[in-house]
């Protein structure tokens, strides 16, 4: 019961998050920027500045999909940032160069959340497994003990939950630098500077619900298997 009160109501939090942050883009994609430039002349521009000259701004299909990749050294804005010119597309086409920053200068807690990316995913993979198998009863096949089976849920949602957390300085932090650089080159007049400011900062409450929907999650499975110890 009270894992499903944490699941629907994290949910709720979430979706309401969520509404929030397609509402705001969608009232700031309505008002022109003044300087006139597309996402992708935002984001070549604030690479060009900050001498990054190896690293491709692409247009990706989907919305809200933008996104830094590392491994092959891209900048993915979806089509609504891509060309449009107006604060919120300024403002997430510099977010995601801020996190192309990051990696050209080894920021630190990026290339933490780098190295626990492949842990991350062998913990989901393994979580989901032990999850599906107690749903149907398939843990007596494994032959795991009880306190075997809590250290794997457990361990697992703790590395799921790290890497939650560790997502979180590196996100405010490219929306730190994305403020700082539109506000310094003068790409936005200061009532687009707040609308930039206001968009990614319910962008990164979306990753602020999650990280506490996991937190929620892994201290009660800490308390079911070892919390009602003698």
Not at 24 to 52: C, P, R, W
Not at 65 to 85: A, C, F, I, Q, W
Not at 110 to 128: D, E, F, H, T, Y
Request: net charge neutral.
């Amino acid at each position: 019961m009270i894992l499903i009160l944490i699941v629907v109501g994290f949910g709720i939090l979430g979706y309401i998050v969520s509404s929030k942050l397609k509402s705001k883009f969608k009232a700031y994609s309505q008002i022109s920027l003044q300087a006139n430039l597309s996402g992708k002349e935002v984001a070549e521009l604030m690479l060009a500045d900050h001498n990054i000259s190896n690293v491709r701004v692409n247009c990706v299909e989907g919305q809200l999909s933008d996104h830094y990749n590392p491994m092959d050294k891209t900048v993915n804005l979806s089509p609504e940032v891509y060309y449009g010119r107006n604060a919120a597309a300024t403002a997430v086409a510099a977010h995601e160069c801020g996190h192309a920053i990051q990696h050209a200068t080894s920021y630190a807690w990026l290339s933490l959340r780098s190295a626990l990316v492949p842990i991350q995913n062998a913990s989901g993979k393994i979580l989901n497994i032990v999850l599906i198998a107690a749903l149907f009863g398939g843990i007596a096949l494994f032959g795991l003990p009880y306190e075997a089976v809590g250290a794997i849920i457990v361990g697992s949602y703790a590395i799921l939950t790290l890497f939650s957390f560790v997502t979180l300085p590196v996100e405010f932090d490219a929306s730190r630098r994305a403020l700082a650089w539109v506000q310094q080159r003068n790409i936005v007049t200061p009532s687009e500077y707040g609308m930039s400011k206001d968009a990614l900062k319910w962008a990164a409450m979306t990753y602020v619900v999650a990280a506490l929907a996991s937190l929620a999650t892994l201290a009660y499975y800490a308390f079911i298997f070892f919390g009602n110890r003698d």
